[in-house]
């Protein structure tokens, strides 16, 4: 499930507790990210998940549930 593996990913690397990552929890007001650790974000999700995440794209990206709507129409 892409979710519980992004969660995984977000928790690392943001060092958050796991409970604060819903899907509609945003990245920055709640869960503290700023822009490095965003960059850092997407260059994981881009690993992890073998996709790339456009620059364009990467700006819009503010809450959990959008970047897993994005992984899973990356991966089709």
Known sequence: MIFKE???LIVQ???VDEK???LEANLVSDLGADS???V???MAIEDHFGITVEDKDAN???TVKQIVDYIENAKQ
């Open 6 to 8: 992004l969660k995984e």
């Open 13 to 15: 690397d943001l060092g």
């Open 20 to 22: 604060l990552v819903t």
């Open 36 to 38: 490095l650790d965003a």
């Open 40 to 42: 850092e974000l997407i």
């Open 60 to 62: 819009d990206l503010k």
